[in-house]
């Protein structure tokens, strides 16, 4: 049997404003940790043991955000490892008084930092779901013309994307799992019914998916990720 685990590649605004939010949440959980750990009175009194810090703040820093359990865990190990980066340079006698603190604004100046951590996290989401429901293959919206289809896309979505589409591609082969991708076209405007197909642009409505030819109503970003499925198990071998 093919099992095939799909994921739907949709830019709308609600998902950038959550990435932008998860970003915003991920370095205040840094910031909150580095702040934990960090003695200006002596090097000694700083805090470096990541299971401790992470004991004493894990479940105050679920609660105040809505990150999910991975994301907390990862920041606190990025402030963590910031902090023991300052804590070594102190032990050799430079110490600036704010090192800390630049450490962590330079983490909250380069984007790519939690960018990179957020995508690798989704993309083990990912795998692990393929691989949690036997799935062989994971398909992708074939990226290469999202400049053209998308042209209102900024660059971080377009790159956040490629991003993606690499990590899951890094992590599946010693999973078992190999990653394909099907040209996007229509996968927005058809219905993925299997009995019906119909394809029309007035079936999408914002979030909602409303087939016009039999009234079947799902999730738009659903619907097309159903389509990238079909189309995928449909393409001849
Ligand atoms: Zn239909």
Redesign the pocket.
């Known amino acids: 049997m093919r099992r095939t685990a799909v994921v739907k590649l949709a830019v709308s605004d609600e998902q950038r404003d959550a990435l932008h939010r998860t970003a915003e949440q991920y370095l205040y959980c840094a910031n909150r940790t580095a702040d934990y750990c960090w003695s200006d009175a002596s090097y000694t009194e700083c805090k470096t043991n990541k299971r401790q810090v992470r004991d004493a703040l894990y479940s105050d820093l679920r609660e105040e955000t809505d990150l999910q359990a991975q994301l907390v865990q990862a920041a606190i190990k990025r402030a963590v490892e910031a902090i023991k980066g300052v804590v070594e340079r102190w032990k050799k006698g430079q110490r600036g008084t704010q090192a800390a603190h630049n450490a962590l604004l330079r983490l909250g100046k380069r984007e790519e930092v939690w960018r990179k951590q957020y995508i690798h996290t989704v993309a083990n989401e990912i795998v692990t779901e393929a691989v949690e429901h036997d799935c062989d293959v994971i398909v992708f919206e074939d990226l290469s013309d999202i400049r053209e289809r998308l042209p209102h896309a900024k660059w971080h979505h377009v790159w956040t994307f490629r991003r993606l589409y690499e990590y899951v591609s890094y992590k599946t082969p010693e999973q078992g799992v190999s990653v394909e991708e099907v040209a996007p076209s229509y996968t927005s405007q058809r219905?993925s019914?299997t009995d019906?197909g119909?394809t029309h642009e007035d079936n999408r409505h914002g979030e909602r998916f409303n087939?016009q030819?039999?009234g079947?109503e799902v999730d738009a970003d659903y619907n097309g990720a159903k389509n990238i499925g079909l189309r995928y198990a449909r393409k001849p071998t």
């Open positions: 219905c019914r019906c119909f087939c030819e039999r079947y």
